[in-house]
T-cell receptor
């Protein structure tokens, strides 16, 4: 009965590779988000989608591309990975008439 | 400019005592909301409590209560009767935007360690 799930939980890869992180929510929410938590634990929004439409696109390198095939899924693809991309990436979701955001377990990305 | 400020250093709290975590915020939008999230060492982000700017009463959820002082722009979290499982990082966050187009701006967090 997982609410917001992410795969993989851990991802170790080399510089220059391309990788994807998947997110799925079974809460019936129509807004989904990607946040990045850096090594100092600071969380910052990257993207949000509402009903599969991109709503928020923060100042993020265009190597990061979100894709929402449907309301329940929001994937994050990262091209040409760099050392500075190492972080924990959180997916979250919220319902249309509420503000509470529910987070997935996070994906710890390590670029070597 | 930082919109959420959490400046307390790491805190040690005796089990069963109450602890207050400070959070101040900055916004010119009359409609906003404040959240508190808990992040234990396992890493997940757990939603604790929400306070809307127009809510008349301070929010409460079990042992968590939010001391909302609008004029002072503060939204402190009070955890009553601390338990060992309360040891975690606690993040204050502010909602910017409205339904379907809102983001959370987070503070830097407060580390809490509950000691028996």
């Amino acid at each position: 009965d997982t609410a917001v799930s992410q795969t993989p939980k851990y991802l170790v890869t080399q510089m220059g590779n391309d990788k994807s992180i998947k997110c799925e929510q079974n809460l019936g929410h129509d807004t989904m988000y990607w946040y990045k938590q850096d090594s100092k634990k600071f969380l910052k929004i990257m993207f949000s989608y509402n009903n599969k439409e991109l709503i928020i696109n923060e100042t993020v390198p265009n190597r990061f591309s979100p894709k929402s095939p449907d309301k329940a899924h929001l994937n994050l693809h990262i091209n040409s990975l760099e050392l500075g991309d190492s972080a924990v990436y959180f997916c979250a979701s919220s319902a249309s008439k509420t503000y509470e955001q529910y987070f997935g377990p996070g994906t710890r990305l390590t670029v070597t | 400019a930082q919109k959420i400020t959490q400046t307390q250093p790491g805190m040690f709290v005796q089990e069963k005592e109450a602890v207050t975590l400070d959070c101040t915020y900055d916004t010119s939008d009359p409609s906003y909301g404040l959240f508190w999230y808990k992040q234990p060492s396992s890493g997940e982000m757990i939603f604790l409590i929400y306070q809307g700017s127009y809510d008349q009463q301070n929010a409460t959820e079990g042992r968590y209560s939010l001391n909302f002082q609008k004029a002072r722009k503060s939204a402190n979290l009070v955890i009553s009767a601390s338990q060992l499982g309360d040891s975690a990082m606690y993040f204050c966050a502010m909602r910017e935007g409205h339904y379907g187009n809102n983001r959370l701006a987070f503070g830097k967090g407060n580390q809490v360690v509950v000691i028996p």
